[in-house]
């Protein structure tokens, strides 16, 4: 779609906003020249009060439903998306557009530069939750939606629910936060700097300026990839998948992949690598890392809620989330209270871990379910 | 000590088996010229009753007290080994020794193969747990000890000490395992192939040859080693201890260490790599991805503890533990109760992690002081 076209029943495209708006950053500078590469299922309706953004989490993107161009695979919510599903685009439009510093058309280190003509890499600027989230902001203003229904996402994509309630209360009726959390954790920066540390160790990587030389820090990549895959999964998760089985009859006496689960974790790392940018990976842990939504409440995050205490907010966990456990959740739910907003939260029985978000699990559908009805029919 | 020297009150040095005592090992073939390198506290008395062995973990070494001569730290028990601790040297005999495939003094992958000239690197045979515990059999069988009258460990030393039981019920008299289990769960494998890969990703490795070439994979090495530490602490105590402080005043809007949790993981990286050898690294945690003890028992582990029913044990985890987890000891407890051993088990709390075992934890102090006085008295 091009500024102004009409919204159909599936559409997608890339906002380029020019040298006129540039999107302002934390960080204190802006970025000229944003390009915002989104999809959309369902049709806008006369006095667009249906839209419905979904926020994607660190390393997926605008392609929830459908199939993705680039894996072939169906869209990472299609479970969600879909006719008779929660978000079903007969009643609703629902839109997704890549995080700024993604590597999927939006703008991000692997774009040029307009000033050299070349990739950014590491002279990118450093971006953050609440960047994501205003460049969300420009689109759905392009799209003239004055106001979305409801703001939705899991992991990172809840984060960025967050961030809208505190930045633009009054332009969302709804968030859905699902296994989430409103700051990253002493443990999520560690796991996260471990990932950056094996990508910046790749002498593949050549300081961010990999795209010049032509190569890609892909063991680096896989390296941290297969790191952050162990943080989405349980310890009960891995044992039922896994347990101890072997890929051949008997072990190796090498290093070769005895186990199932390590060379499902090799197969992780590589599959990775064809679908992800290295640099982007480093700018969007970094954004997470800086995320702290209380901050600049002084710590209170019931603070940072106040202005949206008219918004209804739907809060998820999983009982074996190791990475944002409920505690977190717990910790969010406490806030909007004390903030006077209305909050329902659910801790949802699963040994999935963190990744239970995105699989089978037919007690999240429903809630989620239950919550879009009740903020389509103004319940 | 050379072989048949006498034991002092502190000693230590390295046993030459020579070819003609080959170790024989799991994986089907054998090692000959083992060099086995030990440290020992206390005087062992005249019928040789009052020896106790521990049993290093991972990446630590025989130097469990006094000084270690690398890193001139005070060694990794001092807080147990000592006079008025728990293991006093007035009353025992303490040994420990180097596992074969370490990289402090003991016969490993970076050993001169005597066959070629070269250090082994891959050519080094795959060790097991069970090859760790036979050498360890051999040293305290030439140094003139027919029965120990404890084998104690933490983590990998568990593993040894479990193994201990199953292998040579006869030759010891007590069993401290520590925060360990009896085989290597499906996340702990997981995790182990990551730090493997960091190590193999690194051009620096060389397919393991990287002395020939007068190198080191010091940034694989490092990742793995960051990678590994976060799973030796909680999400409690890196929180108590980091939080989300910084180490300068504001953010650096870039990558490097902005908070203290990514320095010091970085410093424990960096300091990893001067200490320890990254062929060891696979080597060993190869050997902990390959322990499962009740394996050869068809799986049933009462069977692999049944020979070791009149050995005394004693089995301790802490409630923070993700790495080996309460259950994983209550497994083992479950196991030597159905064996008809006896087996006193205790769940400390701590919120210190794993490495509670080798920290400040009093309740944990106590308990091996009581143990140890009862096997010491015979009550």
């Not at 505190?166 to 959390?181: H, L």
């Not at 999520?188 to 471990?194: G, M, P, S």
């Not at 790749?202 to 190569?215: E, F, M, Q, S, T």
């Not at 689960?261 to 992780?268: A, I």
Request: charged residues 20%; glycine residues 12%; aromatic residues 8%.
């Amino acid at each position: 779609m091009d500024s102004g076209g009409a919204i159909t029943a599936e559409d997608g495209g890339t906002w380029a906003f020019g040298p006129a708006a540039p999107l302002r950053l934390d960080s204190g500078g802006q970025l000229a020249n944003v390009e915002i590469a989104w999809r959309s299922w369902g049709t806008l309706n006369a006095d667009k009060s249906n839209a419905v953004l979904i926020c994607h989490a660190l390393t997926l993107d605008q392609h929830v439903a459908g199939t993705h161009p680039v894996s072939g695979k169906e869209g990472w919510w299609t479970r969600l998306v879909g006719p008779g599903r929660p978000l079903d685009p007969a009643d609703w439009f629902i839109l997704c557009s890549n995080v700024v510093g993604g590597c999927m058309g939006s703008t991000g280190p692997g774009s040029i530069d307009p000033a050299t003509g070349a990739p950014y890499g590491l002279t990118f600027p450093v971006i953050t939750i609440g960047d994501m989230v205003r460049a969300q902001a420009m689109l759905v203003e392009a799209m003239g939606i004055s106001k979305l229904a409801a703001v939705v996402g899991g992991s990172m994509g809840g984060m960025q629910v967050l961030q809208w309630a505190a930045d633009y209360p009054e332009r969302i009726g709804a968030c859905v936060c699902v296994a989430s959390a409103a700051r990253h954790s002493a443990q999520n920066i560690a796991l996260h700097e471990v990932g950056r540390q094996a990508v910046m160790a790749d002498p593949d990587w050549r300081g961010g300026a990999y795209a010049r030389d032509g190569v890609r820090p892909e063991k680096g990549l896989a390296v941290a990839r297969m790191a952050a895959h162990i943080t989405y999964l349980s310890e009960a998760a891995l044992q039922r998948k896994f347990g101890r089985e072997l890929q051949n009859d008997g072990l190796s006496w090498g290093f070769d992949a005895d186990f199932q689960v390590e060379s499902y974790l090799r197969h992780q790392g590589g599959a990775f690598v064809n679908r992800f940018d290295a640099n982007s990976y480093l700018y969007i842990t970094r954004a997470m890392d800086y995320f702290d939504l209380a901050a600049p409440h002084g710590g209170v995050l019931a603070e940072a809620f106040r202005p949206a205490r008219n918004v209804k907010f739907c809060v998820l966990s999983f009982t074996s989330d190791w990475l944002y456990p409920t505690p977190e959740s717990r910790h969010i739910v406490r806030a909007l209270n004390a903030a006077g907003a209305r909050a329902s939260f659910l801790e949802i029985e699963s040994d999935k871990g963190h990744d239970a978000f995105l699989l089978d699990e037919p007690v999240m559908d429903s809630a989620l379910r239950g919550f879009l009805d009740s903020v389509r029919t103004g319940r």
